[in-house]
């Protein structure tokens, strides 16, 4: 197709595949090109296979792609594991003649002997990925200068930089480019022309995550390295202190979660990230900021799971337990991105939302949302408006002791405020030390309105109800999701989390094919919308759930809510859905 | 803002009372707290106790300061996450030995290596207090308890040891029968510019009564101790039988909550625009 094409690199991971589909992606991109990357890892440090996919549109794409038109495979591996997902009719398979020689069946074959050139006409064979990359180029695009111009600013920046191999990477691009264009006959029709350039930035979920906790005012984080949130910990580490922000890696996730909690109790808005191991280490002191009424995010970047799982693989497995975890009745919001720009501001929303509601919120990625790189409009990246806790004394919103603010001396009944006052929204105002005189203690014991140790069966009711109270509230405050697709559906899709590109693409394919589809997505799960939720069900004949897991934890959830029956389509072997699988997924209920 | 005078240990005393049991050791830990205290004239709105679980993690409530009841064993993080965040403030923790010794043990050699200013007060009763008496990580070997009932099967901790292998900067032992001293040396804890760890005896008379034999062996720490010395500490740690009471060793160095601020001080309000650049 024209200007649309899908490569693929398979290799050994520490060969530079990563690498150098990263600099592929970041040349299309800054060359004017939309761009989504998809990638697996392997869970070792050195070795082990890996895949990069970078999607390449001068439309927007939503989705990682049904196929790869392009296989490039760096090993006969690489072939084995990816040649099931190249293109049928007319997929170009490009190989190393010296590697391997595949049973072409369908495809067109381009064989260029890359470790010949880069051991030959190079004379340095770590200059293989950027032979890869000039023949790229000269097969499809993007031209050379591009690629060189990334690769150039990414050595600058790079320790192991040095003028002789900035030169030996830019010999490999032109031998190559000059080996394709000579020695193949181009066969296939893809081919990436000159487009106009837009303001975009490239960047992947963690980055967007980070950029979205500066622009919350992130005051304090704490965390512990684990795959795949460590990048949100490295990304604070360096640019909070730049900020006038703190920064302490725990000892544990226990440990995260709880300083989190002291440092959001001195004021400072705080979070921690963590991945399922983690997070379920800090079920207990999420009910601690629940009933002590401390706001907290924290991102749970969802891997394969259970126990250790999965570390480098994509589920959407952690809703249930994000809905439910810690003991006893215990309200928490939940916010779940959608793709890179949400993972910007919907963390605002959700810091905002836990200084609002004083409650810990959830923000639940994955992994492929956390390593996927998207090119994004920079104007989904603007300033955003930061809300912080009502603080006692303010807008006239006081407990009992209103006395306290206006400046004079406080009597002995009136430095206890309470700090737990019942209100109809069920927040109280609240205060941070040294901000007054008025002081009170946090506790995870059930307390009265002044925070103190309270057994009472009415207190326990009343409080009880004040903080759910604060969950009806939000669920009244908080934006709605839009449906997607036709007003007059038939068949309709609910789904979660990083999915949406792919959903929605299947929706636009299957309307394309003049079936009647609209689509919901959800990006708050606690408190859910439920009049948007309702309403969508009721105006469809059939939902269809599709859910990277097991179980159905969305379909789970909505069936037992609103008694919905949906055809569940579950896919769980760590790696997300396409649009065609979703899209087949409709045509069979047709 | 407006600000109460309080001048005296009583203006440090919440309208909460205490849920100890008369004659707990705890009365006295929490008289020095309000001593110590008001010895220093500390803006109870600029002063937080920290506490996890047990008998003793409920003094917060009995103090007219800021207060954080937290989870059991979590106390230390808890103080240090505040302290990072607002190192203007006095943080002070408070626990026992189940809290402080065996569910947060590990929070505690980190805390000793970040040397985040913030005190600890270790009430050590040597016994489960809240849960009616089974055996702790400072019981001694053999303790016979309903929890260890053929006698206890392990060794008995040494918290002064253990702070000092550490490399605490601050190691202290205090008496719950010794109030005044005790104030003292909580009121030196404060001050200390780092991580302070006070390790009190004080007795649980429901569960383990171990007050009268402490009155007779507890010893003062002999006025000549150089307490630079970590050395000498630690010997002076090893005498159990007649333990010593007073200030082990004292060291001034780097605190990660100033090194942290001091890192921060070049701030420049963050600006999304700049910062996407780096995209681009």
């Not at chain 1, 009944?413 to 946090?442: D, I, L």
């Not at chain 1, 140790?453 to 709605?480: G, I, Q, S, V, W």
Request: glycine share 8%; hydrophobic share 40%.
């Amino acid at each position: 197709m024209e200007n649309e094409v899908t490569i693929r690199i398979g290799g050994e991971s520490g060969e530079g595949t990563i690498s150098g589909g990263d600099i592929l992606a970041l040349a299309a991109a800054r060359w004017g090109y939309h761009v989504y990357t998809f990638r697996t890892f392997p869970a070792e440090i050195l070795g082990g296979p890996c895949m990069f996919q970078v999607r390449i549109s001068d439309k927007p794409v939503k989705s990682m792609g049904d196929f790869a038109d392009v296989l490039i495979c760096l090993n006969k591996e690489a072939f084995d594991r990816n040649v099931s997902d190249l293109r049928r009719h007319g997929g170009v398979l490009i190989y190393d003649p010296s590697d391997f020689t595949p049973d072409a069946g369908d495809f067109i074959t381009y064989p260029i002997p890359f470790n010949d050139l880069a051991r030959k006409e190079v004379q340095l064979f770590q200059t293989k990925n950027m032979v890869m990359l000039g023949a790229i180029s000269g097969l499809f695009g993007p031209p050379v200068e591009a690629i060189a111009q990334v690769v150039e600013s990414k050595l600058s920046k790079s320790r192991k930089s040095n003028p002789i191999l900035m030169e030996k990477n830019m010999l490999a691009l032109e031998v190559a480019k000059k080996y394709v264009t000579e020695q193949l006959t181009k066969r296939d029709p893809h081919r990436l022309g000159a487009v106009e350039k837009a303001d975009r930035v490239i960047l992947n979920g963690n980055q967007a995550v980070v950029a979205g906790a500066l622009a919350s005012h992130v005051g304090f984080f704490a965390g512990y390295p684990i795959t795949p949130a460590s990048d949100i910990m490295e990304g604070l580490a360096k640019e909070l202190p730049q900020v006038g922000g703190t920064f302490l890696q725990a000892e544990d996730e226990i440990a995260a979660i709880t300083s989190v909690l002291g440092a959001s109790f001195g004021g400072a808005r705080s979070m921690t990230a963590t991945s399922g191991p983690g997070f379920s280490l800090m079920s207990e002191a999420l009910g601690f900021a629940s009933m002590a009424e401390i706001p907290a995010v924290i991102v749970d970047a969802q891997r394969a799971g259970p126990s250790t799982g999965m570390p480098t693989k994509m589920e959407q497995s952690d809703l249930s337990f994000a809905l439910s975890m810690s003991h006893g009745d215990t309200p928490r919001m939940v916010v779940a991105p959608a793709n890179v720009a949400d993972c910007y501001s919907l963390m605002v929303l959700a810091f905002n939302m836990a200084e609002r509601y004083q409650m810990p919120v959830i923000f639940l990625t994955d992994q492929s949302l956390t390593a996927r790189v998207e090119s994004v409009d920079h104007s989904a990246f603007r300033p955003l408006e930061i809300e912080e806790r009502i603080k006692f004394g303010q807008n006239g919103v006081n407990g009992h002791a209103s006395a306290a603010s206006n400046g004079h001396a406080l009597s002995e009944e009136e430095h206890v405020f309470a700090r737990y006052a019942y209100t109809a929204s069920g927040v109280s105002p609240t205060t941070t030390p040294g901000a007054g005189a008025m002081t009170y203690v946090a506790t995870g014991l059930e307390h009265d309105i002044y925070g103190h140790p309270n057994y009472e069966p009415e207190d326990h009711t009343a409080m009880m109800e004040k903080r759910f109270r604060k969950l009806a509230t939000a669920a009244e405050e908080l934006p709605k999701p839009q449906r997607y697709g036709d007003e007059d559906a038939t068949i309709g899709i609910i789904g979660w989390g990083s999915t949406e590109g792919a959903i929605q693409e299947a929706v636009d394919s299957a309307r394309a094919k003049g079936y009647r589809v609209a689509s919901l997505h959800p990006k708050i799960l606690s408190p859910l919308p439920d009049r948007a939720i309702r309403e969508f069900i009721r105006s469809v004949q059939t939902v269809i759930i599709p859910e990277c897991n097991y179980s159905g934890q969305l379909a789970n959830l909505l069936g037992a809510k609103y008694g919905l029956q949906a055809i569940r389509v579950n896919k769980f072997g760590g790696i997300p859905f396409t649009a065609g699988e979703i899209l087949r997924a409709i045509e069979e209920v047709s | 803002m407006s600000q109460v005078m309080t001048l005296t240990p009583k203006d440090y005393k919440s309208e909460v009372k205490p849920t100890w049991c008369p004659g707990c050791g705890d009365f006295g830990v929490l008289n020095a707290i309000y001593n110590s205290m008001a010895g220093m004239k500390l803006a109870p709105d600029q002063t937080v106790v920290v506490s996890g679980i047990g008998c003793s993690s409920r003094l917060p409530h009995f103090v007219q300061t800021f207060g954080f009841h937290s989870l059991h064993g979590r106390a230390l993080p808890v103080a240090q996450g505040l302290k990072m965040a607002r190192p203007d403030l006095t943080v002070v923790a408070v626990g026992g030995d189940g809290d402080l010794f065996s569910i947060g043990a590990g929070h505690l050699i980190h805390a000793a290596l970040r040397n985040i200013d913030i005190t600890v007060v270790a009430m050590d009763n040597e016994t489960y207090g809240l849960t009616k008496g089974q055996t702790s990580p400072t019981s001694p070997t053999g303790h016979t308890t309903k929890s260890t009932p053929y006698g206890l099967l392990a060794s008995q901790f040494n918290p002064i040891a253990t702070a000092l292998s550490l490399n605490v900067s601050f190691v202290a032992r205090g008496f719950s029968s010794k109030p005044k001293e005790l104030a003292a040396l909580v009121e030196q804890g404060i001050k200390h510019k780092g991580f302070s760890f006070i390790h009190v005896l004080s007795p649980c008379p429901t569960f383990y009564n171990t007050m009268d034999v402490w009155k007779t062996t507890v010893t003062p720490i002999p006025a000549d101790h150089d307490t630079r010395n970590r050395f000498k500490a630690m010997e002076l740690s090893m005498e159990t039988e007649k333990p010593f009471v007073g200030l082990f060793y004292q060291e001034e160095r780097q605190t990660m909550d100033a090194a942290a601020h001091q890192l921060a001080q070049q701030t420049k309000p963050f600006d999304i625009n700049t910062y996407m650049k780096r995209f681009t």
